[in-house]
């Protein structure tokens, strides 16, 4: 069966500090992605990566980073938590054509204090 | 850019039908997807529809319109376990990540 693991179910962190979110898909897929889901404005994308090493910024990429050494990992990096960036956090993984469904992991409920 | 609009709340009563209504406004437009979410849990794929027409699953259906920039989803012989958001969501020709709009919360009641 799709799996999409995410490290962390809940994080507390503080201001100012560097945090990794880690994502692990074990289906091959090439798409691998990370959203953020807020009350009343859905998902919105962060960052998306369609291969190794590759990444493009989404619609909101601005005080995050990513990176994809191995296919199967996407790790979203804030450089310097604010509290604006809590919130919940979905990773998500397809396959290589656009009509292939994303499976989503659980999700990270990060907040910052 | 793109716009995607869905109603914010629907209540309907067990064993009853309900659309959930998505419009779209986007260019190069290449699908669009219906998710389910539970409170506190990943979105679960439901359907995908490309071209104009009515997608039947089971109890759920998944209706498009491209020249409208419309799309339903149609729940029939509603159950409690149908109380979820429901997300819609359009992929563009030339980019692989989807929009979403903000979800549709049904509340399905005994």
């Known amino acids: 069966d799709v799996k999409v693991t995410q490290s962390s179910r809940y994080l507390v962190k503080r201001t100012g500090e560097k945090v990794f979110l880690e994502c692990v898909q074990d289906m091959d897929h090439e798409n691998m992605f990370w959203y953020r889901q807020d009350p009343g404005l859905g998902l919105r994308l962060i960052y998306f990566?369609?291969?190794?090493?590759?990444?493009e910024k989404g619609d909101i990429p601005e005080g995050y980073s990513v990176s994809r050494e191995k296919k199967e990992r996407f790790s979203l990096i804030l450089e310097s938590a604010s509290t604006n960036q809590t919130s919940m956090y979905l990773c998500?993984?397809?396959?290589?054509?656009?009509?292939?469904?994303?499976?989503f992991g659980d999700g990270t409920r990060l907040s910052i204090l | 850019g793109q716009n995607i609009d869905q109603p914010t709340e629907m209540t309907a009563t067990e064993g009853a039908i309900v659309q959930i209504n998505c419009t779209y406004q986007t260019s190069g437009f290449n699908g669009l997807f219906w998710y389910q979410q539970h409170a506190g849990e990943a979105p679960t794929f439901l359907s995908y529809?490309?071209?104009?027409g009515l997608e039947e699953k089971g109890r759920f259906s998944s209706f498009l319109s491209r020249s409208k920039g419309y799309s339903y989803l149609l729940l029939k012989e509603l159950q409690m376990k149908d109380s979820a958001s429901y997300l819609c969501?359009?992929?563009?020709?030339?980019?692989?990540?989807?929009?979403f709009g903000s979800g549709t919360r049904l509340q399905v009641q005994p």
């Open positions: 969501a359009v992929i563009n020709a030339g980019r692989r990540a989807l929009t």
């Open positions: 529809n490309v071209l104009d």
């Open positions: 998500a993984s397809s396959d290589r054509d656009s009509n292939q469904p994303q499976h």
């Open positions: 990566s369609y291969d190794v090493k590759m990444k």
